[in-house]
């Protein structure tokens, strides 16, 4: 295999083949996947659109189980895995260790999702994203899981062994850049996460080939230890990237690194336990137990987030008045690159995740708040604020980057780039705040009719109801449209765009 | 200074600015008030979620609930048994693929412990309009003490998927206020 | 010098931080005002939702 390197021209680093290669597969896997979520998003929208009303019941709740698994598991992990070859190789100027285990790995990644996909498709596996034992999917439904996470766990092993390899080799002076530990406490938290997820898919999948039993609450306290965690794995690749675009886009400083480090520590130690917020009005643990694991552990990572809520914005503040733009409070948030997808995209991710997603998740996961807001729409709200406008909207502003720097290619329909991520924005945070509205009236989540029309009791929602379903498709339809461009973008200019080459248009510029 | 993608070089390990301090300590602060209000709102709060929590077997469950029934019965909906229990007993909600039984007519302002469990899959318990949310999981039963604030004729809603019926999943609750005329909620009787 | 479809990022990578910037960096009174800001959301919602939650059935 090649072992060849290139000098990036634009940051200098030295960029091996093999990571190249690898971020370009994995990136291309999680657009596929992107856009099988995506159209799952639509469809499933214009059905609980109750105006539109357009799937069959059988339809809808197979579609939101593929939206969910397309989107959260296999989008948001292949973007993961690039980002690891990225933050470790890439960006420490290092070799990738053993590349032909990352492309097994890579391959076992895609048996794996494409075994999920097909048990979804033919309505095998119509189980939710939860998939509740004892509600039962066709066994290739949890052996495609299986597959999925060892996979990725063994890409996450190559992420540690880059690390040692780099340190070893000396690619690098002093220690490991901020966002490389960003992503190390995602890696970490990716092997507690997918530890959880063979302790609890492993006896499924025999509980599904009709070997051993699963009790219902077990498989919940379970699940959720992968279900939850996983979200974390999202939440330190996510603050990784704001750091990298800061750091791309505007040159933000690090103010203190020993905060920054301290805030992703910090999750490392007690995001785990905060998946007890999924079972605060569950039939089994006491409120002692629950109190402990929501409010000590999750509010430490809570105070993670809103230290790096600070030190972000207060980096992009910093780096601008050191290169003099001084103008009163926020004249460095007003003359910043608002024409840079990568900056936009940074800045609409940073808002969306904490004042809707952040603010929504710590209310609803107190203990007794819960019960006016479980498994109502409040919590969908919530998480499509934190994944999709905070997570996935990152994820779209650092391609933008990714698009010149790796696949060195220019980004087709720049202006439609370049106004991508307002249209997205605008999009989510119309359908969160409208969706989590809805949960407020008691609108359940995962429902295909609620309007009750063939029911044996009647139940009709205020109207008011029907008028925020209404504003939150319209929100989900701009925020479809905003996807929809980001894909058209990426697709082309990775398949048919042009060649970028910096030297023609300029001689390096260091970061 | 340095960006985040830039490795620090020599010890970093160095002491905050007064802003960064400022703000760590305010929203630490924060965190010990979100941390208070769980354990206040169980001495001070009159909605918690504590109840009494144990196995038992989904058959086990069910025949208690019949029991219930037999015991209470006033009447039949749509094939549904009417059950009018006294204040200060046990009720039994029984959850299945896609009903909930029995009908529970309930007096307002008195006190129940009402026993949640399923018979098959997960479900979820939503009361409407007062968008009350619980877990409803099979071998375990979940019993809660509740006094019905208002009266009125209400629905329970599944909110946990539980198969292709899921969305017909619709139980009925009414609450009756013995000292004054009964509000309708909802679309009422039908 | 802007580029078709190329971040400025990329094409006018940000200035190198003047020399000597090191320990003591300016204030970040902006990033300041707007934490506030948050936290104020924050604690409104959340004392909101409270409130919503006293105004349901006793339960326990």
Redo the contacts between chains.
Sequence with gaps: MSTAFRTCPVTRLKVHSQADALIKANAVAATIFLIVGGIAAFLVLLTRWQVVHLLDAAWFYRMLTIHGMSMLIFFILFFEMAVLYFAGPVVLSSRVPAPRIGWLSFVVMAIGALTVEWAMWTGRADVMFSSYVPLKAHWSYYLGVILFAVGALTVVGLFFASLVVAKRERTYEGSIPLVTFGALTAAIIAVVTLGHGAAIYIPTFLWSIGVMHVDPAVYRLVFWGLGHSAQQINLGAMVALWYMLGALTVGAVVLNEKISRSAFVLYILFINMAAAHHLLVDPVAGPAWKVWNTSYAMYLAVLASMVHGFTIPAGIEVGQRLRGVTQGMFGWLRKAPWGDPGFSSLIFSIVIFGFVGGITGVTFGTEQINLIAHNTLRIPGHFHATVVGGTALAFMGATYYLIPLIFRKQVAFWPLAKIQPYVFAFGMLVFTMAMTFAGTFGVPRRHWDITFSNTSFDLQYSPAVDLVIGIMAVGGLIAALGGAMYVLVTVWSVFFGRRFDLETVKTGGQI | MHTALEPPKGVWWKPAGRAEKLWVGIAFGWCLVLFAMMPLWHLKGEQNTTGIRRKVEPEAFQARTIEFIQQYQIGTEKGIPVVEPPPGSDVYLLARMWNWVPILKLQKGAEYTLHLSSMDLNHGFNLYPMNINLQVVPDYDYALRIVPGEAGDLRIVCNEFCGIGHHTMIGKLIVVDESAETVTYGGGER | ?A????????????????AG??G????????????FV??A???T??FV??K???L?????
């Design positions: 010098m580029m078709y479809g190329v971040p400025p990022g990329i094409t006018n990578p940000p200035s190198p931080l003047p910037a090191d003591e960096h300016p204030k970040t009174t902006g990033t300041l005002v707007l934490v948050f936290l959301a924050f604690a919602y959340y939702n409270w919503l939650l006293s349901v059935w006793r339960i326990g």
